[in-house]
């Protein structure tokens, strides 16, 4: 049981190239989640997922676009790569369900500069 | 919007010591509060949560309370350790998890 599982740790890209972050989880959870952490800062919601073929924006979703085309994999795309794209990038996913707790399954980050 | 409001942003003990770190939300529809700990470098890991029909938890050296009222969350941490060393956020999120709010986070210094 891998968990939630993300490629690559990291990457350094060039001003305005693109790039697709990789999130699968074997967990068989409905909702699944990318997040920025910014050097010393908290943690931001860019998109989220509540099932294969729905997604919707959080909190910081420009630059970025997300697909979920089957339960396990959500990857989040990267076009045009800018400076203040330079971050942490997390993925995570939960199990919406009374009986279980609702808290998250973090991968284990992929650390992204943008040069 | 919805917000965590978490303090202190930095937090120093000594050994031994009890650290208490403090959140408040903003969402009064939000019924489920975990919190993380998060060690430099390493992913956020769930430590401890509670819902919103349970006024307080305990998991060993850590317990976490919970005032509806005042819409305000608390993580207790007794008997530090050098290994408490961390970075620790709050969170609160409403019926299914999703869309969960965190706090910007505390960090930890347990002094040996």
């Known amino acids: 049981n891998a968990g939630v599982t993300q490629t690559p740790k990291f990457r350094i890209l060039k001003i305005g190239q693109s790039m697709t972050l990789q999130c699968t989880q074997d967990m068989n959870h409905n909702y699944m989640y990318w997040y920025r952490q910014d050097p010393g800062m908290g943690l931001k919601l860019i998109y989220y997922?509540?099932?294969?073929?729905?997604?919707d924006k959080g909190e910081v979703p420009n630059g970025y676009n997300v697909s979920r085309s089957t339960t396990e994999d959500f990857p989040l795309r990267l076009e045009l790569a800018a400076p203040s794209q330079t971050s942490v990038y997390f993925c995570a996913s939960s199990y919406p369900q009374k009986a279980l707790p609702y808290g998250y399954t973090f991968g284990s980050g992929t650390r992204l500069t943008v040069v | 919007g919805e917000n965590v409001e978490q303090h202190p942003s930095t937090l120093s003990v000594q050994e031994g010591d009890s650290a208490v770190i403090k959140c408040t939300y903003s969402d009064s529809a939000s019924n489920y509060f975990p919190w993380y700990k998060q060690e430099l470098g390493k992913r956020p890991q769930l430590i401890i949560d509670?819902?919103?029909?349970?006024g307080e938890k305990k998991d060993q050296r850590i317990a976490v309370t919970l005032n509806k009222t005042a819409k305000h969350f608390s993580l207790h941490i007794t008997e530090t350790q050098p290994e408490d060393s961390a970075v620790y956020f709050c969170?609160?999120?409403?019926?299914?998890?999703?869309?969960?709010?965190f706090g910007a986070g505390t960090r930890l210094f347990v002094k040996a």
């Open positions: 509670i819902r919103s029909n349970v």
């Open positions: 997922s509540v099932g294969a073929g729905i997604t």
């Open positions: 969170a609160a999120s409403n019926t299914g998890g999703f869309k969960t709010i």
